[in-house]
């Protein structure tokens, strides 16, 4: 058995699914291949939002959401086996019915899945609604750490509390609300352990300090992430100082 960890699936979720390429109108499509070809991925996210506005449509409009759940729950469940363990830190789906989340959640191939709560889940600040969850999680969190090879790693849906400072990426490779500081309460305080987490959306690895490492779908080519991949990052980057 081994863990695996993930975030922001955004099952059923326009937006999330046309931004990763899953795109019915084949004007945009093909528009958004060209631009991950010649620009990357960030820059063709980009496109999509652009190309969007000008024609006056919304992303419901343009969206696969069904090719962008059925490649998400592929991609987990060629990664997992059924003996392992999936931590899903947050957004699990968006826009969408819970019995379709219900339902992409029961196609995942897993012993067990494990909640971190996001802000697009139906219990942030509503932890009384965790029963809506209780069919498919073992456990509901809003946090949660856990050990690999001998180290602690705390688990959250966003980015430590300290990097929750507004900042905007130059590149534009994170999402709107990425370091929103209105999310800093629901973040955990930086206390010289490393942090796993999602929210940002961003097609880089790295956080914005060494101790952070961004475990979203975006940055894992629609992968979970496993326990050795973790140790491996880590291994490679020395741990960040903790700040007075």
Known sequence: MAMYFTTDTHFGHPLVSALRGFIADA???????????????????QYVKRAANKRHLRMADIADTDAHDTAVIASINATLTPVDELWVMGDVGYRTSMEH???????????????????????????ELDGEWHHAFATIQDS??????????????????????????PTGDVSDNAYDPGYAPDALPRDGHRLLFGHTHQHTK???????????????GLKPVSEEQVAAWFGAVPPSPVAA
């Open 27 to 45: 004007d945009i499509k093909a528009g958004y291949d060209h631009a991950v070809a010649e620009q990357g991925i960030a820059a063709a996210a």
């Open 101 to 127: 989340i219900r339902h992409c959640l029961h196609a995942i191939h897993a012993r067990r899945l494990h909640l971190v709560v996001g802000n697009h889940d139906v219990n942030f600040h509503h932890r």
């Open 206 to 220: 790295a956080g914005r300090q060494t101790d952070s490492l961004h475990v979203g779908l975006d940055s894992w």
């Open 144 to 169: 949660a750490t856990v050990t690999i090879g001998g180290v602690e790693y705390h688990l959250s849906h966003f980015p430590y509390r300290e990097d929750m400072d507004g900042f905007r990426d």
